[in-house]
C-alpha cells in the first residue's frame, strides 16, 4: 500500500513496477519492460525473533499501449513477482485509456493498494489494513485531470483458496483533490467473504470476515520537506459469526528532508482494536521510526531504518536494505 499517488491514470496503467526500457515503439504501439530487486537485512519487533535476510521486492513487468483513435487506447499488462521464492503472475489485465479515464479488466491490484500515508520501509507498525487489495476478476476506472482524481473499483464475486464453497467480494472507492503542494483524498472500503490468511487480528486463524472501513488522508510539500497525515477506521465480522468482530482506529503522521540525494524521515502510527463477542482482546499500538534514504542513482537507492514499538515484549526493530529498478 505505498505507491505514490501521482498521476494515477498512469499508475493504473503501468503495472507493479516503474516503467524503464522501451522494446517496441511504432504504428501505434509501444511497449516497456519495467523490473524492480529488493533484498533487506530486518529485525522485527516480534519477540525473541531471528534477523533475517529478506527479498523485499522482486517484480518483472510487461505493458503495452495500443492506438485505436486520436482519443483511445487500448491498454495491458502482465507481471510477475518473486518474493516468495515462487513465481506467482500477480497482474494480467487489459482495458482502454483515453481523456474520460482508465477502465481495466482482469487480475490487477486495487485501490485499496494506494492506501496509506507512511514513509516507513518496514518498521510503521499496523496501519490501515483493507486485507484483500488484489484479485483476478477486478474491474477498475480511475480518472485523473491534474487537479481532481477518483476511482471505483469491484472485485466481482472471486473464489477463495481456503473454501471453494465461498465467494469474496468487494467495492471500493477513492476521491482526491490537489490544490498546489497540498493532497487530500478518500478511500471507502466494503468486502464480504474476504480470506484473511496470514491476518492476525482473529489470532491468525484462516477465516472469512465482512470489512467495511475508510481512510483520509492528507500530504503538503513545501520547498525539501514533506508532511503526511492521515485517520481510518475499519471494522472486520466474522462472516459466520456477525456477533465476533474487531473495530479498529489508525493514524498516522510522517515527514521529511530532502537534503540532495539524501532523504531523512520520521513517521508514528497509532493503532487501537476493540474486540466484541469472544475475540482475544488485542493491545493498542504506538509505534515510532526513523529512516535515511541516500538516492545512488535514479534507479538505485540504500536505506537505512530503525523503529520502536510499546506492545508487550517487542524487540528494538532495524533494517537496512537495497533496492534497484529498471
Do not use: C
Request: proline share 1%.
Amino acid at each position: 500500500m505505498k505507491k505514490t499517488l501521482v498521476a494515477l491514470a498512469i499508475l493504473t496503467a503501468a503495472g507493479s513496477a516503474n516503467a524503464g526500457i522501451n522494446l517496441y515503439d511504432a504504428d501505434g504501439v509501444k511497449t516497456d519492460l519495467s523490473g524492480a530487486a529488493e533484498v533487506q537485512y530486518r529485525q522485527t519487533f516480534t519477540e525473541n525473533s531471528d534477523a533475517e535476510l529478506r527479498m523485499d521486492d522482486g517484480d518483472l513487468a510487461v505493458n503495452t499501449t495500443v492506438a485505436i483513435s486520436g482519443s483511445m487506447n487500448a491498454v495491458a499488462a502482465v507481471a510477475f513477482e518473486f518474493e516468495s521464492g515462487n513465481v506467482t503472475n500477480d497482474e494480467l489485465w487489459v482495458g482502454v485509456a483515453g481523456d474520460f479515464g482508465t477502465l481495466t479488466f482482469g487480475r490487477q491490484y486495487m485501490l485499496a493498494d494506494d492506501a496509506g500515508v507512511g514513509k516507513d520501509y518496514e518498521l510503521g507498525g499496523d496501519g490501515i489494513d483493507f486485507v484483500q487489495a488484489n484479485g483476478d476478476q477486478v474491474v477498475k476506472y480511475v480518472f485523473d485531470n491534474g487537479q481532481f482524481y477518483g476511482g471505483v473499483d469491484a472485485l466481482i464475486t472471486e473464489t477463495n483458496p481456503k473454501d471453494d464453497a465461498d465467494e469474496a467480494s468487494v467495492y471500493e472507492g477513492r476521491l482526491g483533490a490537489r490544490f498546489g503542494d497540498f493532497d487530500v483524498r478518500a478511500y471507502l472500503y466494503s468486502g464480504e467473504d474476504v480470506n484473511t490468511d496470514n491476518f492476525d487480528v482473529f489470532g491468525d486463524d484462516k477465516v472469512n470476515v465482512d470489512i467495511d472501513g475508510y481512510q483520509i488522508e492528507a500530504e503538503y510539500i513545501v520547498n525539501a520537506f514533506a508532511f503526511a497525515a492521515s485517520f481510518g477506521q475499519v471494522d472486520y465480522e466474522l462472516a459466520s459469526d456477525s456477533s465476533q468482530k474487531v473495530e479498529a482506529d489508525t493514524a498516522a503522521l510522517a515527514g521529511s528532508y530532502t537534503m540532495d540525494k539524501t532523504t531523512f524521515a520520521v513517521g508514528y502510527t497509532y493503532w487501537s482494536p476493540e474486540a466484541k463477542g469472544t475475540v482475544k482482546k488485542m493491545e493498542e499500538a504506538n509505534v515510532f521510526y526513523a529512516n535515511v534514504t541516500q538516492q545512488l542513482h535514479s534507479n538505485v537507492k540504500v536505506y537505512g531504518e530503525i523503529g520502536s514499538s510499546d506492545v508487550d515484549d517487542s524487540e528494538f526493530g532495524y533494517v537496512a536494505g537495497m533496492e534497484v529498478t529498471f
